[in-house]
């Protein structure tokens, strides 16, 4: 049970604690004077859930934090969970065990990532979540008389809710989803869906149909082409055996013009030849004789060079002899005898020496000087000859340059060139455009080009070319029908091998759809059958769900001693109806007293929080139960909710929190804690009754 609750500038309370006991508290006041916040704070102090919009709601106006604190007590262990709030969204929470007045932490914060959740302890401890306590221990505003004065249709609705069937819609939803899903990705992976199965059908038909119409079509065209082919083959042939001569023909002029271009290049050089030749024997036709007599020439040079050198050599001696003389006669003309005496010793002489007589060297000079004259005439005769040979030795060395530089070993080699310009001269043609016979007879290969001319001649004789151009147009005409026919039977062939590869697809995937199809009918028969909240699974979950609440809400209403022995809740085609039974009859609602339904309505929403499994807690918080009740049927209400305070299905008593505006009906009742909340300008004010 819950046995405490403190507040700090949390919703309306500045600063609020509660203390709780065993059996009924109730918390009374107007609206908007801060009861209702009770239940947040117990939910967000243990789960951190609310019915506010966001956590920054909880905090007070003009306050930076808030927090709400619970004790509670379960198996006689003290519990303490603590949830803090800050204006920037910040979260603190600790869960601990009070023992001995120490506070022994169990666990702190929300880090689910690290494995650590505050809320996961408190839900151990409880043995409730969140949303298992609003159902099992929480009586929202309304609710109670809901069961009271609902429909039998809307009391189905609220059964359904309560015990979860409601849920069903949800997973019927999901299930619809989920066969949209699956329907989506059967799309994706084949294309289509079992929804196409019909229209694929109609698809695989025409495919069929479309094949069995071709297949005849192209046996005709096949037919058609293999005749095309063998006129196209014959006429090829044809062609083949006629394409070589016109390919000769333009060969013939080919060789024509070859002959007669090598002809023209062929005389030029044949005429070069002879003009290099004539040069060749111009100029070597006197060489041999001039080289014939070099050897002489050489020697008569040489002879003629040791002649000049001795009379150079006399010459200069004679003139040497003449100067001598020419001295000694300058001598003598002073040596004159006077008186028959020597000039020098004064001796007496008959006469001079010749040598000294000048006379006599006047003699020997002019004798001299006409030797000189003529050896000099023969200096220049011999420079003459010299000149003359040494000429005539050019001549034939030249002579002998120019039959080496034309290679001409001999005399008879020149006469071979002189034969060889003969033969030549008789070959060339007296034309270079005359005949192709007179042409061929220039060289070998000359003659070998005409003698290929005269076999491309005999070789394309007969052909016409105009015949041979006809033939290929009849060719080329019955290639383009057979091209034609080709395309024809292509495009058949194509066609039919699309259709049987779209038979294919389409088999394969009406095969695969079938069983999608199958299991797409699987899915809607769970859909209905189990998760409809009208299917067999709903219809025997609440069936299951009745009787057990029936059970159950009966142990309550004998423990309060009414006349009301039984309740028994049953479902028909739209609703759910209630019947009381006493000990010998049925009881209708409307003649129940106002006390009597409210412990029906009581002992049904106690049974039904049973068939969740009650909290640990062992707690009932009712919202505003006396809403739209009569001053009769709320003490009736207070007397049950009294009785019931004192019922133990446990060691623990149960413990309910009655959230009421009607102070007055808990006047003189038993109830253990009656607190006041007022308005005020600082918040929330909570007095002890």
Not at 651 to 677: G, P
């Amino acid at each position: 049970m819950i046995t405490s609750i403190e507040l700090g500038d949390f919703l309306a309370h500045s600063s609020t604690k509660l203390e709780f006991g065993n059996g009924v508290t109730v918390f009374v006041g107007n609206n908007g004077a801060g009861k209702s916040s009770i239940i947040d704070a117990i939910t967000f102090a243990l789960f951190g859930q609310h019915t506010r919009k966001s956590n920054k709601g909880l905090i007070k106006r003009g306050s930076n934090q808030g927090f709400a604190k619970i004790g509670f007590s379960i198996n006689d262990r003290q519990f303490e969970s603590v949830r803090k709030i800050d204006s920037k969204g910040t979260l603190a929470a600790t869960f601990a065990e009070i023992k001995n007045n120490d506070r022994i932490e169990i666990a702190a914060g929300e880090r689910k990532q690290f494995g650590e959740s505050m809320t996961q302890e408190v839900e151990k401890v409880i043995g409730l979540d969140f949303e298992k306590l609003k159902i099992a221990s929480i009586v929202q505003q309304g609710e109670l008389n809901t069961i009271i004065n609902a429909k039998p249709k809307e009391f189905k609705e609220l059964l359904n809710a309560i015990i979860g069937i409601d849920k069903l819609d949800i997973a019927s939803e999901s299930m619809k989803t989920v066969n949209k899903d699956f329907r989506e990705k059967i799309r994706e992976t084949i294309g289509y869906d079992d929804t196409h199965i019909e229209i694929l059908l109609r698809d695989l038909e025409r495919c069929e149909k479309e094949i069995s119409e071709s297949k005849p079509e192209k046996n005709i065209l096949e037919l058609k082409q293999e005749e095309l082919k063998k006129e196209v083959e014959e006429l090829r042939k044809k062609v083949e055996i006629e394409a070589p001569k016109i390919d000769k023909i333009n060969q013939l002029e080919l060789r024509k013009k070859e002959l007669l271009a090598y002809a023209k290049d062929a005389i030029h050089e044949i005429q070069q030849e002879i003009s290099e030749n004539e040069r060749k024997i111009h100029d070597c036709k006197d060489c041999f004789e001039q080289v014939e007599i070099k050897t002489d020439l050489e020697s008569k040079i040489k002879k003629v060079e040791e002649a000049l050198e001795d009379t150079t050599t006399k010459i200069q001696t004679m003139t040497n002899q003449k100067i001598s003389l020419n001295e000694k006669l300058l001598l003598a003309s002073k040596l004159q005898l006077k008186d028959d005496k020597c000039p020098v010793c004064d001796s007496n002489v008959d006469k001079l020496n010749p040598l000294f007589q000048e006379e006599h060297l006047q003699q020997e000079i002019i004798i001299l000087e006409n030797q000189i004259i003529d050896k000099e005439k023969e200096n220049i005769i011999y420079k003459n000859k010299r000149k003359e040979f040494s000429t005539k030795l050019q001549n034939a060395r030249d002579a002998e340059a120019t039959l080496r530089a034309h290679s001409i070993r001999n005399k008879d080699q020149l006469i071979e060139i002189q034969e060889e310009v003969k033969t030549k001269k008789q070959k060339i043609p007296l034309t270079s455009n005359g005949s192709l016979l007179e042409i061929s007879t220039i060289d070998s290969h000359a003659k070998m080009i005409f003698e290929n001319i005269l076999k491309l001649e005999d070789e394309s004789k007969g052909f016409d070319e105009q015949e041979f151009n006809n033939l290929k147009k009849v060719v080329n005409e019955k290639q383009m029908s057979l091209s034609q026919v080709d395309q024809q039977i292509g495009a058949i062939l194509e066609k039919i091998s699309k259709a049987e590869d779209q038979v294919k697809v389409i088999e394969k995937a009406v095969a695969e759809l079938k069983i999608v199809k199958e299991y797409a009918t699987n899915l809607n028969e769970i859909q209905l059958n189990i998760f409809s909240r009208d299917g067999p699974v709903a219809t025997s979950l609440r069936s299951w769900a009745l009787n057990a609440i029936s059970a159950k809400a009966s142990e309550y209403l004998t423990l309060l001693n009414t006349k009301i022995q039984r309740i028994l809740l049953s479902e028909k085609t739209r609703d759910i109806s209630i019947a009381c039974y006493s000990k010998n009859e049925i009881l209708e609602l409307e003649s129940l007293s106002g006390g009597e339904k409210v412990s029906v309505a009581l002992a049904l929403r106690l049974g039904m929080a049973s068939l969740l499994g009650a909290s640990n807690l062992n707690l009932m918080i009712l919202d505003e139960p006396t809403t739209h009740l009569d001053a009769e049927r709320k003490k009736s209400l207070v007397g049950v909710l009294s009785q019931l305070s004192d019922i133990s299905n446990s060691e623990t008593r149960m413990q309910f929190l009655i959230i009421t505006h009607d102070a007055e009906i808990f006047e003189d009742s038993n109830v253990e804690q009656i607190y006041k909340f007022e308005s005020s300008e600082q918040g929330s004010i909570v007095t002890a009754l």
